[in-house]
Every structure is written in C-alpha cells, then in structure tokens.
C-alpha cells in the first residue's frame, strides 16, 4: 500500500489498539457512538472510516460529506452529546487500485470532562475491545471528571431571539459548511455542536450557546465578563486605566486584543542578537492566556469576572475557579483536560484556541525567549492566576543596550544567542544557568555550545568543575 498521507500510513502501520479503530464507511451508528464513547471514556483515540475492521484493507469513502453527517449522528446519541473536532477526509492510494480513496478520520481528544453513556451504559476501551466500565473504575472516572457541567444547563427563559442570527450562520457555513443564510439547518448544527438541545420541534439554549452566540450574555450571567486595567504603578490604585469588556465570548477576546495593544508599552530588547521594539510583554503569550482564562474559567461562579491587570513591573491574568480536574500546578504544563469542553471546541473551530491544549507550554517558550522571567501559576482564593514579570534590565526606551551586533556573523545556534544576551546583562553565566534558559535541551546539547563558545574566542571558561562559569572574552 503506498500511502500519499502521512498520517494515515502512520495510524494504519500502527494496527489496530486501544486509540485506533477502523471501520467501515456503512458502520452502524450504534456501532461507532460506542467506540466513541469508550475513547471518550478513556485516554482518546482515532477512528477511521474506509478501512476494513479486520485486515486493515482501505476500502475507501463513497460520500465523505454524508460520512462526516453520520458521525455527527453518532455523537448525538451519547449522553451527554459528545462534541468532537470537525471530522477530516484524507485520500489514500492503495496498490493495484486505478483511484485513490477517501478516509474519513475522527480524533477523540484525550481529558474530555464528562463522563459518557450509551443507552444507559458506560463504556471504555479495553485492548482493542469497547466494554462496559467495572463499578470501581466508573465511579473513580465520575471523581475526576464530575458529572454536572454548567456549559450544558439549558435555561428555560432564553430563546433563539437571544442568539446573533448572523454569528450562528457565519460559524454554521465556516465550520460545517453549512449553507449560508440557512438559519434552521445553522441551528441543527449547533445541537450537534452541544450549543443546543432539541426536545420536540424545538430548540432549548445552553449556557454555551449564549456565551458563544448570544446578543448579550450577561443579562443570565452578569460576572461572565473581563475587567482589564492598567496601574501606573506596582499596586491597586484609584488612577488606573479601565475597560469592562462584555459580550460573548469571541467579542470579548477581540475587545480584550484592543486592550492589550493600547496599553502594552513598547520598549527596545535584545532578541538573539539584534536590538529590536517589542511590546514589554508578548503579545503572544498575554492572548494565549486570556483565550485560557475565558475557555476554562469555572462559570458555575457567578461571584467574580476575569481580571486583566497591568502594573508598572508585572501582568496578571486571574479566572473563577481552580484548576479542572486531574491538573494540578505540579502538572499543568503537561496535563490535558477542559472544564468547558464545548466552549473550548468552538473556539478552536472558530480558530481562537487550539483544542483542550492549554498552552501555558508556549507561554513559557515565548516569554523565555523574549528575556523574561518564567510565568509563576498559582491558585489563590478560588482562582487561577498567572503572572509575567517585566524585565526590568533588558528593556529600554532609548536603546542603550548593549552591542553585540559583531557576533551576528558568527552564525551561533539560537541557544548560543540567548547565552551571549544573558552574559552581556548579567556578565557571567554558569551551566545551571544555561540549562535554565534551555530546560529541555539534553545537557551535553548545551555542554557543546559552551565548549564551541570556548573553541572559537568569544568566552572564557573560568574556575573548575561545580565553580565553573563563563565570561564574554574583550574584543
């Protein structure tokens, strides 16, 4: 079989497991909302339409789009509705075959919120198998995920009017590729969306629906808001700028952009080895935060809003509620699990977020490299709170920083850059130091840009063993 994808020939060499399941482009529904539902239930996985369940032979997609229809039927019969990122079709070209074929594949995240059922029974994945949960280990599941979520309370006195009919199309065609200026097959798509719930010949609202699409949200949750501010100094005070930013939640983000570009300062900084204007924060990293804040704040805490503050020497970001789930502030850069997990799937359609990933790991990367201290999380009082530090050496308005223009014809790997700054600041760098600039670099990666460093003139190894530390040599 000659593969023209990579990421099918990579699943199917994998054979089938617990992560993966193939089936056939006819699979009955029930069939494919179990398998669904014990990924769901589990660790995730991937599913496959086209492919014969048994010997891994591609049969091929006839009708992609209809494929994608019925997988949505499928997750319409989990309870509660399993909301999944769009299904996407990949062509295959099996050996022999004149055509190549359409493969249909559905990923099921891993950390999904809820814990899932068909007709009753709760199912997971065992071997290669989908089988009902033990009473031990469903109860344990219940105690990690919880089994009431607030996105999918329906609220009896909303309707559709509430909704922005133009919002609710624009997502349905751009997601679903729904055809534009139909309303009614707009709101089916977001029932299958978990957006909302129909009973009858009718459609009932979700909270989720009305933070995504409504006209104004805050008339049933007045705290489902941002309140940003910008301090002239390091503490609260009376002289501050202020903006209550309000509307759902993809207009909130976008109020909350204007915000950050209006008031982050901009100051001269040495990145690699060039001087350049940036903001005093990375803009970068702040939206990343605030997108974190609004996609997994616990919105049954109608007490507080989120905070965006800025201070003379600081940036902090505090949402309702502590860590969801398993995460814990030992763990949170590496584990995956979405209090909301609707919320987060339609704005990782609507491209704000990527799905379930917090990415506080890329927060850390990109402050790191613009010179700044590591990000501190910590929960306090009820809330998740996430602080940047400005750099109170690196940055300056007038550009009296030092030059190290002379080395960029050196060409040193970026690491080597992030060291020769670092030495120009600070004067001296250890090899602890080092490593902490680049913590997931192996060590003997980094003994190496030291030793070539060394090799080449430019510093000078000073002390022996545990004292040793490195200095820029005089030019």
């Not at 006819?26 to 069939?31: K, T, Y």
């Not at 989990?78 to 769009?86: E, G, R």
Request: charged share 20%; hydrophobic share 40%; net charge neutral.
């Amino acid at each position: 079989m000659v593969d023209n994808s990579s990421e099918i020939q990579t699943l199917l060499s994998g054979g089938m497991g617990p992560s993966l399941h193939w089936f056939p482009e006819d699979v009955p529904l029930s069939s494919l909302a179990a398998a669904l539902v014990g990924m769901a239930n589990s660790d995730g996985g991937t599913v496959i339409l086209g492919v014969s369940p048994r010997v891994g032979e591609l049969l091929g997609v006839n009708d992609p789009e209809a494929a994608c229809d019925r997988v949505f039927q499928a997750a319409i019969l989990t309870d509660p509705t399993l909301v999944l990122p769009i299904p996407h079709q990949i062509t295959a070209q099996k050996t022999g075959m004149l055509r190549p074929v359409n493969l249909v594949v559905i990923n099921v995240p891993a950390g999904l919120p809820h814990v899932y059922s068909l007709d009753g029974r709760y199912l997971g994945r065992e071997g290669t198998q989908t089988n009902p949960l033990p009473a031990r280990q469903l109860y344990k599941l219940f105690h990690q995920r919880g089994s009431v979520q607030f996105e999918s309370r329906v609220i009896p006195e909303a309707s559709l009017s509430d909704l922005d009919e133009d919002k609710v199309m624009a997502y349905a065609y751009n997601a679903g590729n729904v055809p534009p200026d139909d309303l009614e097959k707009s709101y089916e798509f977001l029932v299958r969306r978990g957006c909302l719930k129909r009973v009858g010949n009718e459609f009932q609202l979700t909270y989720t629906a009305l933070l995504l699409f409504g006209r104004f949200p805050q008339q049933w949750l007045p705290n489902a808001t941002i309140l940003a501010g910008r301090f002239p100094g390091v503490a609260l005070s009376g002289q501050y700028s202020k903006r209550d930013i309000t509307g759902n939640l993809p207009d909130q983000l976008k109020q909350a952009d204007e915000f950050i570009r209006s008031n982050l300062k901009t100051v001269v900084r040495l990145v690699g080895l060039q001087h350049q204007e940036r903001l005093e924060y990375p803009f970068e990293a702040v939206r990343e935060l605030l997108v974190n804040a609004i996609a997994h704040r616990d919105y049954n805490l109608q007490g507080d809003n989120i905070h965006l503050n800025i201070f003379a020497n600081r940036l902090e970001i505090s949402s309702p509620g502590t860590l969801p789930g398993p995460v814990t502030l030992k763990n949170l850069l590496e584990a995956r699990f979405a209090r909301n997990a609707v919320i987060s799937q339609v704005l990782s359609d609507l491209g704000f977020v990527e799905r379930l990933g917090y990415g506080l790991n890329r927060v850390v990367e990109v402050t790191r490299f613009a010179g700044l201290l590591p990000p501190q999380f910590e929960e306090t009082a009820g809330t998740f709170r996430v602080t940047l530090f400005a750099n109170q050496q690196g940055d300056n308005s007038d550009g009296g920083l030092p030059d190290l223009s002379r080395y960029a014809v050196l060409d040193l790997n970026p690491r080597q850059q992030m060291a020769l700054t670092q030495l120009s600041q600070n004067k001296r760098i250890s090899s602890h130091e080092y490593q902490s600039l680049c913590p997931e670099v192996h060590a003997e990666t980094l003994r190496r840009d030291l030793a070539d460093l060394v090799a080449r003139g430019i510093v000078i190894k000073v002390g022996d063993k545990k004292a040793t530390y490195y200095i820029l040599k005089r030019i």
